[in-house]
């Protein structure tokens, strides 16, 4: 089975800081990767995916992923956090084997923290 | 306005009762996923379904089970066998491309008592 770290489990960070999470999965073979969000109190939600092409990849409220295949990896980016950034963050890993293709593996989340 | 929904929003129950989770979604998605949520361990996944009347156990799927008899609905049902069933439940769904985005309801937070 895959597996996805996540290596931060809890990041506090003042605004305008930069941030970056890490995220490094264990499969070999293709592969798709995501990011997704969820905010106190709201549905978990995607904030950027990769399945193809540029290794850096764009989201939503100005979030970057970039997908180094030699590392397993795929951290995501700010350049300039805000108070509204305040969520927990979760990297998964998508299958594409068999019985399992189509399902995700989730790692265990970082929360960020933000302060005003 | 298309989405998924998951009801109720909480959930009380005695232990040793069974109960059941629902979750409906207007999305046209083939795929169907019940995660658990539990602080500091991220997504677990219980069953998944690819397709009607279809199922698989994901990764926790002992003390849960699941139906898929129409393409919107696939309730989770929390059985007695369930240790420690006390969590917040996720409903997702997707068209079952490699590629394709999971989408999330909103979730059901079942405490047994």
């Known amino acids: 089975a895959q597996s996805v770290s996540q290596h931060n489990h809890h990041v506090i960070l003042s605004e305008a800081a930069s941030l970056e999470l890490g995220c490094n999965y264990s499969y070999g073979g293709t592969v798709n990767l995501f990011w997704y969000v969820q905010y106190p109190g709201q549905h978990l939600q995607l904030l950027l995916k990769?399945?193809?092409?540029?290794?850096l990849v764009k989201g939503i409220k100005g979030f970057e992923a970039e997908f180094i295949k030699s590392k397993f990896s795929f951290n995501l980016r700010k350049p300039s956090v805000q108070w509204s950034d305040t969520a927990e963050y979760f990297c998964?890993?998508?299958?594409?084997?068999?019985?399992?293709?189509?399902?995700?593996?989730f790692g265990r989340g970082t929360q960020l923290t933000v302060w005003p | 306005d298309g989405g998924i929904t998951q009801s109720p929003k909480y959930l009380f129950r005695k232990e040793g009762q069974n109960v059941t989770l629902s979750c409906e979604q207007n999305?046209?998605?083939?795929?169907m996923y019940w995660y658990r949520q539990d602080p500091g361990q991220g997504l677990r996944l219980i069953y998944y379904?690819?397709?009607?009347?279809?199922?698989q156990k994901g990764d926790i799927a002992e003390g849960y089970s699941v139906s898929r008899e129409k393409k919107e609905s696939f309730p989770l049902t929390v059985t007695s066998a369930q240790k420690n069933p006390t969590a917040f439940y996720l409903c997702a769904s997707s068209m079952p491309a490699l590629a394709d985005t999971q989408y999330f309801g909103p979730g059901t937070r079942l405490t047994v008592l």
């Open positions: 999305l046209n998605h083939d795929a």
């Open positions: 379904s690819q397709i009607v009347n279809d199922f």
């Open positions: 998964a890993v998508n299958s594409d084997r068999g019985s399992t293709l189509g399902r995700l593996y």
């Open positions: 990769y399945f193809s092409g540029d290794p």
